[in-house]
Nanobody
């Protein structure tokens, strides 16, 4: 079983910064992509950023230039540095990891339970 645990959410003033972390543990042979989705009230879950095992990144247009995703492969941990936060960034942020539990098993997406980010005007 693979478990993802997020941390770092909370209340922050608009314009300020926050860093989210997500650590994967359990029966993991290899993790491929990792990333973050978010779900704002009344909205569908949307991709915020993703990072490959080699370090290539993609971002939603709404966060480009403000958010930075990174990872520590040795720790199976992904980070999301969020700068210049806006009220519309308020959401529950979910991390994910696409991984194999064995060298020849299928790649499966695992999810964290989410961490709440609140941005005050």
């Amino acid at each position: 079983q693979v478990v993802l645990v997020e941390s770092g959410g909370g209340l922050v003033q608009a314009g300020k910064s926050l860093t989210l972390s997500c650590a994967a543990s359990g029966s993991i042979f290899r993790i491929n992509d990792m990333g973050w989705y978010r779900q704002r009230p009344g909205k569908q879950r949307e991709l915020v950023a993703r990072i490959t095992s080699g370090g290539s990144t993609n971002y939603a247009d709404s966060v480009k230039g403000r958010f930075t995703i990174s990872r520590d492969n040795a720790k199976n941990t992904v980070y999301l540095q969020m700068n210049i936060l806006k009220p519309e960034d308020a959401a529950v942020y979910y991390c994910y990891a696409d991984g194999r539990i064995l060298y020849n098993s299928d790649v499966v997406r695992h999810w964290g339970k989410g961490t709440l980010v609140t941005v005050a005007d």
